[in-house]
């Protein structure tokens, strides 16, 4: 449902979305309940001529019932909406699935960088390819990134994935994903950080093995060259900009 207004790509978009959906409609569900009562008491017991309005201690049995019943049965709803939060909670944020690559992802005032380990999935090597603005996953595969923040507190967000997590200088944060719909989608910074924070969009491109294979090679390729050329000690990985090295 919600999908029809955010594309849903991830493992556990869809989780995140049912989760939304129930939320709603009980809330929803309370909400008219209680604006129909609201507004049908006042209708019914408004101000006529010649009639005294009553004088309710609150403590009348029959009368606490209005009270009790409605409250025992939020108290049931919540923990219906706890149990299935928690569950969600904790598959996507508790566990971690062993994963297939591994990525870097740095924010900062204003932009993301993102590392993925190259061909020979190993991070820190020679042909780790560096991009920004731009990140390139491969649909299916499960990835973990390692999150960082080089200044102020940032928040990783992906729609698509309906995943979000906030990145804290100092800390590097390990989450997971695994995506199911090639596509184009939004990376936000869903934390206001500064001046630029609308302006920190990045683009998550999900590829099929095949393009993504691709993508690798063109851009390991340029990546070692340049840190041939610019790290004789086999320093650190050269940048490789997307937007230039993908020409
Ligand atoms: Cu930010």
Redesign the pocket.
């Known amino acids: 449902m919600l999908d029809r207004l955010v594309a849903s790509a991830s493992t556990y978009s869809g989780d995140v979305d049912q989760l939304v959906l129930l939320v709603t409609l009980i809330v929803g569900a309370w909400f008219i309940a209680a604006e129909v009562m609201f507004f049908w008491l006042i209708f019914r017991f408004r101000a006529k001529p010649g009639v005294r309005a009553q004088y309710i201690t609150g403590k009348e049995k029959n009368l606490k019932q209005w009270i009790n019943v409605p409250h025992t049965l939020i108290l049931v709803f919540d923990i219906v909406i706890i149990a299935a939060a928690v569950r969600v909670g904790v598959m996507v944020k508790q566990t971690l699935p062993p994963a297939d690559r591994t990525v870097k992802v740095m924010?900062q005032?204003?932009a993301w960088t993102f590392t993925d380990p190259g061909p020979d999935n190993q991070l820190g090597t020679a042909d780790d390819i560096r991009t920004t603005d731009e990140m390139h996953v491969e649909v299916g595969k499960m990835y973990h990134f390692l999150l960082e923040s080089k200044d102020?507190?940032?928040?990783f967000f992906v729609p698509a994935f309906r995943m979000k997590q906030d990145a804290d200088p100092g800390r590097i944060y390990t989450g997971w994903f695994k995506a199911t719909k090639t596509g184009r989608y939004d990376i936000l910074?869903a934390?206001?950080?500064?001046i630029g924070?609308g302006e920190?969009g990045a683009t998550l491109v999900v590829e099929s093995p095949a393009d993504h294979a691709a993508w690798l090679q063109q851009h390991a390729a340029d990546a070692t060259t340049a840190s041939t050329e610019s790290a004789p000690a086999g320093g650190a990985p050269a940048e490789s900009t997307s937007a230039s090295a993908g020409k």
Not at 191 to 194: A, M, N, Q
Request: glycine share 8%; aromatic share 8%; charged share 5%.
């Open positions: 924010s005032q204003w102020v507190v940032h928040s910074c934390e206001i950080c500064g924070h920190m």
